[in-house]
């Protein structure tokens, strides 16, 4: 039964090269890549706000050096980025999502860092450093739960690049592999089918779209809410 049409009997996407039903496998699919979208938005989050929280803190040097070893790693396009390292490295979902995570830390940390900038002059700070507080107790309790509004909204937005990340390293034969399902190694597979049965590219592409806008629908709101600015009196 290869190839069967969508809405074939007992088939409601049709099936692909090797019979297999798509919609199961679209649904498959999509248990993948939303977890390693998730989980790169967490090793992101974690690692560009770490770096944009110590830089904006400590300031002087530390900051110089690490945003000038954030200008470094900005400097190289990410797709590239991605393809050099997943090219060195076993594709599992594990070694995949520590790739995704780790090469997109870099926008965060300048967003963090501009918001924490702002943040470790205000009273509240001055206060706490004041009655002898710690750095990492000012860092934990102080900046970070002021300026988490950001970092939720840069969180939502990072989980669709991080579907789009994979989506890219496995259609084009550096990420997810067989028999493991992902959109993007779903769209890796039909390419030669796209004159025959251009159903197996067309609904892991409406997949990857329908996600992708959505998580960035979630992240404008989350903005607006975020911003004081944009509540109305």
Known sequence: ??????????????TDEIG???LSRLLYAGRVSLTVGFAAMVVTIVAGS????????????????????TDVFLSFPTIYLLLVLAAFVEPTV????????????????????AQFLALKEQEVVLAARALGATAPRIMGR???????????VAATLQVANAILAESYISFLGYGIQPPQASWGIMLNNAQD???RAPWLAVFPGVAITVAVLAFNFVGDGLRDAFDPRQRVR
């Open 193 to 195: 089918f796209f004159t």
């Open 50 to 69: 770490l770096v944009g929280l110590v830089a904006a803190y400590y300031g002087g040097k530390v900051d110089a050096a690490l945003m000038r070893l």
């Open 20 to 22: 297999r039903d798509v």
């Open 142 to 152: 102080e900046l970070l739960p002021n300026g988490i509004g950001p970092i939720v």
């Open 1 to 14: 039964e290869r190839h069967q049409p969508p809405l074939s009997p007992g088939h409601l996407l049709g």
């Open 94 to 113: 594990l070694s995949i999502t520590l790739i995704v995570g780790f090469t997109a830390w870099r926008e965060v940390a300048r967003i963090v860092r």
